[in-house]
């Protein structure tokens, strides 16, 4: 009893000096706010004439509607923090690398108005928040988003409020977070690329009008209580695995939710379960699953379909739902619940 009382106050105790410690020298570095100066690396693009370094928190200001602020990184920067402010945009190239973190806070805040555009290599490390959006941000290269493993600290990988925009052309890793991709108000998300998120407590969290389009690949894997948790709209038009995804007692791989907004679930394309411990797919009314594409959950859950009253779930005349013969059940559909298969559907329970 002792051990496990003082053990989360030890890692917390640990955290904080670990924050702590990164304060101790830090600067605020300010841009110059001028349209024609554009390069990162230049210490005469910054007051004070200093490039950031990595204990540096960084802002980005100076824009206005009729004259953008560009900052160009085109090779490796670094820093603690950024907040591009509104009409600033700051872009990483081909060429460029952006480590950001850790800090004590979000890594990068990206205001209503600035953007993020990254061509290159992005590293946002041991954040509160790694990257908060409430304009835009576009990845075309690669980025990495790691919070502290074993923190008793929540962590989130890409945050998104308001109309923010995300688009995804490139390749994402979210690894060691609360929850991976958050979104909230009239949030949209586009993934052309590829998603990888991993040791997470929960995948993609979308609450709200809010929109996310899956048209390339994510795959999940070990997640701890959901994978999607979906109260707005999901589109999914590219393959999706969910490898031991929603292993708490209340998770499920997949959880399509109405509180107060109307969720639906439209699957397009194929998606695959496999080594799940508790429940595929859960859906609670009055939110709507529609199926026109390829569903298989593999192995052995406790339950397969959790269909609650007034959820609808539906299969078209494309679809196919493949569902194991499961540990408790393979599909509850509790009173007023609509489970509807069209002709030309396949259905298939089997045992593995």
């Known amino acids: 009893m002792t051990r496990s009382f003082f053990r989360p106050r030890l890692i917390l105790f640990l955290t904080f000096v670990f924050f702590s410690s990164i304060y101790l020298e830090a600067s605020t570095i300010i841009w110059k706010g001028t349209d024609d100066v554009t390069n990162w690396h230049d210490g005469d693009s910054w007051i ?17 509607e009729t004259a953008l602020v560009n900052v160009i990184i085109s090779s490796a920067a670094e820093a603690r923090h950024i907040k ?20 004590l806070g979000e890594a990068i805040m990206i205001d209503k108005e600035a953007s993020l ?29 790691s919070g502290l493993v074993n923190s008793v600290v929540d962590y989130e990988g890409i945050f998104m409020s308001d109309s923010s925009i995300v688009k995804n052309f490139g390749t994402l890793l979210l690894e060691d977070l609360n929850i991976a991709i958050s979104l909230e108000d009239d949030a949209s998300f ?96 009055p939110a709507a699953f529609m199926n026109n594409g390829i569903i298989i959950i593999q192995d052995k859950p406790e339950y397969g379909l959790d269909l609650n009253p007034f959820s609808t779930f539906e299969v078209s005349s494309t679809g196919s739902l493949v569902v194991p013969a499961a540990v408790m059940s393979s599909l509850i559909v509790h009173d007023e ?8 559907a396949v259905l298939t329970v089997k045992d593995q």
Do not use: W
């Open 117 to 145: 555009i990254n061509f290159g290599d992005l590293l946002v490390v041991n954040a509160l928040n790694g990257i908060v959006v409430k304009g835009s941000f576009e990845n075309h290269g690669d980025s990495r988003i």
């Open 190 to 285: 586009e993934n052309q690329g590829m998603i990888n998120i991993e040791v997470c407590k929960s995948g993609i969290s979308s609450i709200g009008n809010t929109l996310f389009e899956n048209k390339s690949r994510i795959d999940f894997s070990e997640i701890e209580n959901f994978g999607i948790f979906n109260i707005g709209s999901f589109i999914n038009n590219g393959p999706m695995l969910l490898n031991n995804a929603g292993k708490s007692n209340l998770g499920a791989a997949i959880s399509n939710l109405t509180f107060g907004f109307n969720a639906s679930f439209v699957n397009n394309s194929n998606i695959v379960m496999s080594n799940l411990e508790k429940t595929a797919i859960r859906n609670a009314g």
């Open 48 to 64: 004070g004439g200093v490039v950031p370094s990595i204990i540096d928190s960084v802002i980005i200001r100076g824009g206005s």
């Open 84 to 103: 591009i402010e509104d009409y600033c945009i700051l872009s990483t190239l081909f060429t460029g690398s952006l480590r950001v973190g850790p800090v």
């Open 337 to 344: 619940a609509i489970f509807d298969i069209a002709n030309g």
